[in-house]
């Protein structure tokens, strides 16, 4: 039987309020192996850390309980509290009567009641822990930046600034993301470009920066300070020594009838293509579903008119193995598809359109070359609306319930550029709310409505009719005036929600990293671990935690940088001792905890095992410390409970189970 | 029947296995049980027909550490259960020489003293040679008759099929029996309320005596040390603390077994207290079906379960919780 002891804290009122303190220590008292129980203030404080130092020493306490906050708070702190005072860091349990008790709560006898409950819990625990030991294991030093916009272009140069190497994968041609495809940037109305450009030459120019374009992670190993990655160079088609990037090839090439990614569909591009003129790198990928070569075997002119000889059809795949200490999610956006709001007319009228269109058509380099026309007739608008959040801050399953967080900005944005630019068109902004916090971001909406003559109406739409006469009809409604509005426009332009890159689920989940209902990455703490997923070694940079803008972004990826630097810095890490075990007399050798093993780390031996005298040779499992992150799943799988996870184990939790059930 | 005992004696004699695993004949007509031949001689005891329920994959668990082959009989539902025994490495398939042996539906005496027939002294028309029409059984109260399909097992209506899925040799011809719907029985139970569900299994369920029969003969259940025997985990007192004991075990048992069972049916053909266990299998297999597609345990003996694996496609729990 161990000697427990028992520290309630009063959290100031935050549990004290609630939770009767010194009627659970009257009751924890009775409870079996418990030697000491005590209240305090602020058991996390340094007059409270003492306290449980001085009962260990006096007492002889073999094992402590403290009731407190959640484990996630402050489980490091007793344990190394517990550590200082001679006791091994693993007889350590948290009963969280605050999370779990006060805070949702208010009655107090209820509360008290539940709050002993939980401390009996973690001593009917603490009495069957065993002292633990961790382990150690090294830190690669290098790491994986998955995604190459504005995100992961500035992580990856922050890391490499420190010293080490990073490597960038994109899925797509080009570095760039989504920022490639703006045409100026809110509230400074500087070119997108020109401020990207030179990020995405550093990044390219930097030693310590190894760029994989037009690549995949296909699948990810190992643990915090030793992945091991496997990234799909997919076939370019293209030698990438060899090719100049003079362009020849796409000048020539006969299949030109792709709708563009980057330019949203709103114009072709050839089979072979670089995205945009400042791509990194310069050298263009084959589409094999376009290109003729491909589809009949025919053409082959891109070969004949390359003088670099740089062609090549028959290329394959090729996987990258690379091992990596840290890894950064940086998956960023893609619009929502608004094909779905019939009532907005999308798919019936080319003449509406999304905010992200309007950016390439704006822009010199786009479908327009940069002039403002309906794509229907290429007729110049006099009457533009714009709707906001489309897809946003819906209560229906269609959207996302989500502020999307930069539509209002960029909206003001394309409304000033327009009235600066073409000062004859009209802009009427339908809007539920007009959202500016942010450095000189209200300042700048206050110029598009008082300097511009935007006109902004606070009101949704109802509906976006397209007339025989090419006009959209819009009824909307004006919430301030208290009146219908039938507004006849020549182009509708759709601030359409935002949401993660698709992918990000299948990263996710070979990352074993935690995802929100909204395919959000989720932060380690809401407040306190903005750029950590729970996922140790994995950190999140842009949108792909949360809607953010460019400087927001920026800032975020350089905060994931640091902590995936503090990470490379270290030569070693504490291996976590929570391991999974299992016991060879009881293995069956099926193979199924093998199976469900996230990690890799149970292995098969074929050995001779001593079964209470009986010599026989059987298939046993084993686990690889180094690799178990104590996740449990081969613990429920086993059908014979020979897996067992330690600090963890079966015994420990039905006891926790018989304790709350007594 | 003889030729299989012909065909045994054969692999006896020239060397290819040590020994036979059969059924051979029990007190009554109607209760052969599994047995080993070590030689000819002992094979005159030997017997094969409709009351051969016996699966009698489990028994090579304990064949697989023996020196030499052994032959081994499996019906076609049989090979499923020794595929998923394969592929849980708990057989050996180097030590085992299968002959697929037919199959025309198994029969239960039980179904025959449900309706009303006593004093059973033996049955006659059970054997592969006769025409599954009808059973004559003798009793004490004179002969009676029965037809052969009214006997079957519930699991022969709902076969499998034919096809062995895995042997060395197939000997005898197999009979179509399947005449209902595999989850019918599911579907029926799904339908109930929730207070009619609990009442159908507290029926069912407080008949258990817990004779461990169905988990000793269940051939997924083969566990070298069951949770419910182990002193490690406090399981074997747990089951005993309250009067819900018998549905705990049962419960627990069917997530031991799911993605694995096979559907065999011989924990229901063994229970003594005739509880329809295998509708608690049942409904996990159309879970199973449901939410990852279709997927028969012990097709084959490489493929991961539905339940060990993960694909994109899996089905998200909330939607396998609104299902309930």
Redesign the interface.
């Known amino acids: 039987m161990q000697r427990v002891g028992v520290f309630v804290c009063h959290c100031g009122s935050n549990i004290a309020a609630t939770v009767d303190v010194k009627k659970v220590v009257e009751m924890v008292s009775l409870e079996p192996g418990v030697v000491h129980a005590e209240d305090y203030q602020y058991m996390c404080s340094e007059a409270g850390q003492a306290r449980i130092d001085a009962a260990i020493k006096e007492k002889g306490l073999t094992g402590i309980v403290v009731c407190s906050c959640s484990p996630r708070m402050h489980e490091a702190t007793f344990r190394k509290a517990a550590e200082r005072a001679g006791l091994n860091p693993y007889m350590v349990e948290i009963a969280n009567i605050r999370e779990h008790c006060s805070w949702i709560h208010k009655d107090m006898e209820e509360a008290t009641k539940k709050a002993v409950v939980l401390a009996r819990a973690a001593i009917a625990k603490v009495n069957l822990n065993a002292p633990l030991q961790p382990g150690e294991s090294l830190v690669t030093k290098r790491a994986l930046v998955i995604g190459g916009g504005i995100a992961g272009i500035q992580t990856a140069i922050d890391i490499a600034d420190a010293g080490y190497e990073v490597d960038i994968v994109e899925k797509t041609p080009s570095i760039g993301g989504r920022m490639s495809q703006l045409d100026k940037t809110f509230p400074t109305l500087d070119c997108s470009a020109c401020i990207l450009t030179p990020k995405m030459v550093e990044a390219a120019a930097h030693e310590k920066i190894t760029i994989y374009t037009y690549s995949e992670v296909d699948k990810v190993t190992g643990f915090v300070g030793d992945f091991t990655v496997d990234i799909r160079k997919k076939a370019r088609s293209i030698d990438m020594n060899k090719c100049t990037g003079c362009g020849v090839c796409q000048e020539k090439c006969p299949s030109k009838k792709t709708p563009s990614e980057f330019n949203r569909g709103l114009n072709t591009r050839s089979a072979i293509y670089t995205p945009f003129a400042q791509a990194i790198p310069n050298v263009p990928v084959i589409d094999r579903d376009a290109c003729i070569k491909f589809k009949t075997g025919k053409c082959g002119i891109c070969e004949k008119v390359c003088q670099a000889g740089a062609i090549d059809y028959e290329q394959k795949d090729e996987i990258v193995t690379q091992k990596y200490g840290a890894i950064v999610v940086a998956t960023g956006f893609d619009v929502i598809k608004v094909d779905q709001y019939e009532e907005y007319a999308y798919s019936q009228s080319k003449d509406v359109i999304t905010s992200l269109e309007l950016e390439r058509i704006m822009n010199a380099a786009g479908p327009t070359k940069g002039h403002l026309e309906r794509l229907s007739d290429g007729k110049h608008p006099k009457e533009m609306v714009f709707i906001q959040c489309v897809g946003s801050r819906c209560s229906d399953d269609k959207g996302k319930s989500y502020c999307s967080k930069i539509c209002c900005m960029y909206t003001a944005k394309h409304a000033m550029l327009i009235r600066d630019k073409y000062p004859d068109v009209n802009v009427t902004v339908f809007y539920i709310d007009v959202r500016t916090p942010g450095k000189n971001f209200d300042e700048f909406y206050r110029r598009a409505v008082e300097d511009y003559g935007v006109n902004y109406i606070k009101g949704q739409v109802g509906k976006v009719a397209p007339q025989p006469d090419g006009s959209l009809l819009v009824q909307g409604v004006d919430l301030i005036d208290n009146k219908q509005i039938l507004k006849k426009a020549d182009m509708v332009v759709l601030a359409a929600a935002i949401e993660p890159e698709k992918d990000v689920?299948?990263i996710a989940?070979m990352l074993t990293a935690s995802i929100d209902t909204n395919n959000f990455l989720t932060e380690s703490h809401a407040k306190l671990r903005p750029v950590e997923s729970p996922t140790a070694g994995v950190f999140l940079s842009g949108v792909c935690q949360g809607p953010k803008d460019i400087p927001e972004t920026v800032a975020q990826a350089g905060a994931a940088a640091v902590k995936a630097i503090g990470l490379l810095a270290k030569d070693k890490l504490l291996t976590n001792p929570c391991t999974a075990k299992a016991?060879e007399?009881?293995?069956?050798?099926?193979?199924?905890c093998a199976?469900?093993c996230p990690y890799g780390a149970i292995t098969?031996e074929t050995k001779e095992i001593n079964d209470h005298g009986i010599r026989?040779t059987r298939?046993v499992a084993s686990v690889n410390n180094a690799l178990c992150q104590g996740c449990g799943a081969c613990t429920v799988?086993c059908?014979?409970?020979a897996m067992d996870l330690q600090g963890f184990s079966?015994?420990q939790i039905?006891a926790e189970v018989d304790a709350i059930c007594r | 029947m003889q030729e299989l005992v012909n065909r045994a004696k054969e692999l006896l004699a020239d060397g290819t296995v040590s020994r036979v695993l059969g059924w051979k004949a029990g007190d009554m007509s109607y209760n052969p049980e599994p047995a080993y031949f070590n030689s000819a001689e002992e094979l005159e005891n030997f017997v094969y027909d409709g009351f051969c329920g016996a699966n009698l994959s489990k028994y090579m668990i304990e064949a697989s550490?023996l020196e030499g082959k052994t032959l081994v009989f499996l019906k076609p539902c049989d090979t499923y259960s020794f595929n998923q025994l394969i592929k849980?490495?708990?057989v050996d398939r180097e030590k085992a020489y299968i002959i697929g042996v037919g199959c025309k539906g198994k029969l239960s005496v039980e179904n025959i003293k449900a309706q009303g027939i006593k004093g059973i002294e033996s049955i006659e028309g059970a054997g592969m040679n006769d025409g599954c029409d009808t059973l004559t059984i003798k009793t004490l109260y004179g002969d009676k008759t029965c037809s052969y399909n009214d006997a079957m097992l519930e699991r022969c209506h709902v076969c499998k099929g034919k096809e062995h899925q895995i042997s060395d040799e197939v000997m005898l011809e197999s009979r179509d029996t399947k005449d209902a719907e595999r989850f019918a029985q599911v579907e029926a139970i799904e339908a109930m309320t929730p207070e009619e569900k609990f009442a159908f299994f507290q029926k069912e369920l407080s008949k258990c005596i817990r004779c461990n029969a169905c988990r000793n003969v269940c051939p997924a259940c083969?566990?070298?040390?069951?949770?419910f025997d182990?002193t490690?985990?406090?399981?074997a007192q747990?089951a005993n603390v309250t009067s819900f004991e018998e549905k705990m075990f049962h419960i627990i048992r069917a997530f031991?077994?799911a993605g694995?069972c096979t559907d065999c049916g011989e924990c229901s053909r063994v229970c003594p207290q005739g509880i329809p266990l295998h509708l608690f299998n049942r409904k996990f297999i159309k879970d199973i079906d449901t939410f990852y597609g279709e997927f028969q345990a012990g097709e084959d003996t490489e493929s991961?379960g539905p339940?060990?694996?993960?694909t994109?496609d899996d089905v998200e729990p909330s939607i396998v919780g609104e299902r309930g």
């Open positions: 689920r299948r989940t016991d007399l009881m293995c069956n050798g099926c193979s199924t199976n469900v098969y026989e298939r799988a059908p014979s409970g079966n015994r039905l | 550490k849980e490495h708990r083969s566990c070298r040390k069951c949770v182990s490690k985990y406090d399981t747990k031991h077994v694995r991961r339940l060990t694996n993960f994109f």
